[in-house]
């Protein structure tokens, strides 16, 4: 009862403008979003600068496994000590690993600087999430879906074109300073105007469960990211690698049973709910981010589009994205029923990429975009419709695991759709060039399957050709993979129990919670 009261009494100091505190989080999560983008397209000017080819691949490796291991600690953080301060915390490691990142002299030190800003990226996107969780009511959450799906378009359309723009006019060391202004900006309204409830847990943060986590997530993700490319999949390399992350990932789940205050406290998975979002937004990150990467090569090689414009080349997708997320959350707003979406979008997104596993070398752009929109309107179905009913399902205690635990599922789909599909893509350009283009065909592709603009312009028109319908067969057999893999994201869909979304005050008396869901929610909706 006491505890209610504190509650009750925090949310009344809550300030009436909850929209300045919305306006903080999506600035911090464009920060999130946008980093990896245009650092990719400063990449050719870093590396001919600071040199260490050999090591260009580390400098988003570094970056991408200190996100996914301190994805889950940041969020238990924040459970146990509060949101706020863990939140503040990740955005300072966050501005600092930039700020060195820009101040780099050589390629090992870039490498190390990012590995400091990915430990801070990791508390970013959780913390937005599990910050909404607690001001926003569930059945009111929806309605923000679009501003959310918003900035991932931004991001994802404005990133090349912001990376290229500034590293022509500015250098490349302002792709990381350019973080810190707009840090800044996040820091001062998060300080000035979030105020949640004050935690202090006696408890200890478990150390050996995040460290077979962290060892586990390192490992598959340097799988995914060396299976194929640095090592052959069956290399002794990459079944070590396999062999420690399964049996750090077993230890984990044994010890979590036993741990006082576990990283990921196991019965957040009893809820069916909360394992079907996981697993669907798994299926998500894998469809979402292997799309992402074949799309613009598929454009650029075979239609002849651009490379400038590559982020353009997504609007399709992206808009349709857009549009369909904020209709499906203003339609669980006012209806508080979701089961649809994650149904209508599974079919959407299975139908969309089996649509673009049939492009050819005769595919026009105007067919190619219509494909697109279907994918992105499955996507915008799903994107956040998984981490509302994920929050849904857990207590106002784990709101933090629930929202950490479903990103890093959607993390490691991305890794894993980028590297298997990656891998199939791979494979069959080599095999189609050398059936097309024989020897030549072969040399052309053994360093790399994506040739760049300035390399495809100077094939002989026969060999581009073969280059064209490499890349053709290359992209049907990835997101075919990724149709087929898109159905396990109905199948669960199918099994999505419609628990009723909570309002934006107290429940009634009488009232239960449902699958393992919060009783109240600080009544804050009023505000925006």
Avoid at 269 to 277: C, I, P, Q
Avoid at 491 to 509: I, T, W
Wanted: one cysteine or more; hydrophobic letters at 50%; a neutral charge.
């Amino acid at each position: 009862m006491a505890d209610t009261k504190t509650v009750e009494t925090e949310a009344e100091k809550q300030p009436r403008s909850v929209r300045v505190v919305l306006l903080a989080l999506m600035i911090t999560m464009m920060l999130a979003m946008l980093d990896n983008m245009i650092v990719g397209t400063a990449m050719p000017t870093i590396v001919g600068e600071l040199g260490g080819l050999e090591h260009l691949s580390w400098v988003v490796t570094a970056y991408t496994l200190a996100t996914a291991a301190s994805t889950p600690i940041w969020g238990k953080i924040g459970d146990m000590y509060g949101r706020k301060g863990a939140f503040m915390t990740s955005i300072v490691i966050f501005l600092i690993g930039s700020a060195l990142s820009g101040m780099a002299q050589n390629m090992g030190e870039l490498i190390g600087f990012r590995a400091v800003q990915g430990l801070g990226a990791g508390g970013l996107m959780v913390g937005v999430m599990a910050i909404i969780g607690d001001l926003i009511p569930p059945r009111e959450r929806g309605k923000y879906q679009g501003m959310m799906a918003g900035v991932m378009a931004l991001a994802m359309i404005g990133g090349p074109l912001v990376g290229g723009t500034i590293t022509d006019n500015w250098g490349w060391r302002w792709s990381f300073y350019i973080n810190l202004p707009l840090g800044v900006v996040s820091l001062a309204l998060i300080s000035a105007v979030l105020h949640l409830p004050r935690k202090r847990s006696q408890s200890r943060i478990d150390y050996l469960g995040a460290t077979l986590l962290t060892v586990g997530i390192t490992s598959i993700v340097l799988v995914t990211t060396w299976g194929g490319s640095e090592y052959a999949w069956s290399s002794a390399r990459i079944m070590e690698l396999i062999g420690i992350g399964v049996a750090s990932l077993i230890g984990f789940v044994f010890w979590q049973t036993r741990a006082t205050e576990p990283i990921v406290p196991l019965h957040i998975f009893r809820s069916r709910n909360f394992t079907l979002m996981s697993i669907i937004g798994f299926v998500t990150g894998f469809v979402m981010f292997g799309a992402t990467l074949f799309l613009p090569l598929y454009q650029q090689s075979v239609q002849g589009a651009s490379a400038t414009n590559s982020g353009l080349l997504l609007l399709p997708m992206l808009g349709a994205m857009l549009v369909t997320s904020m209709v499906a959350g203003r339609v669980t707003t006012n209806s508080g029923k979701y089961k649809v979406f994650p149904l209508v979008g599974s079919v959407a997104m299975v139908i969309g990429l089996y649509l673009l596993s049939t492009m050819d070398t005769g595919t026009s752009r105007l067919t190619s975009g219509v494909f697109m929109a279907v994918v992105g309107l499955g996507m915008g179905c799903l994107m956040q419709i998984t981490m509302l009913v994920a929050q849904n399902s857990v207590e106002m205690k784990d709101m933090g695991v629930a929202s950490s635990s479903t990103t890093l599922f959607r993390t490691l789909g991305s890794s894993f759709g980028v590297a298997i599909m990656g891998a199939l893509f791979n494979n069959r350009v080599q095999d189609v060039m050398s059936e097309r283009a024989g020897a030549l065909g072969s040399k052309l592709t053994e360093q790399s399957a994506q040739l760049d603009a300035a390399s495809l312009a100077k094939l002989p028109a026969a060999a581009r050709e073969a280059y064209q319908h490499a890349v053709s067969s290359g992209t049907h057999s990835a997101f075919l993979l990724g149709a087929v893999v898109a159905v396990v994201a109905l199948v669960a869909a199918v099994f999505v129990k419609e628990v009723p979304l909570k309002g934006a005050g107290p429940q009634k008396d009488g009232d239960e919670p449902a699958d393992g869901a919060a009783a109240t929610q600080p009544p804050l909706v009023e505000a925006v």
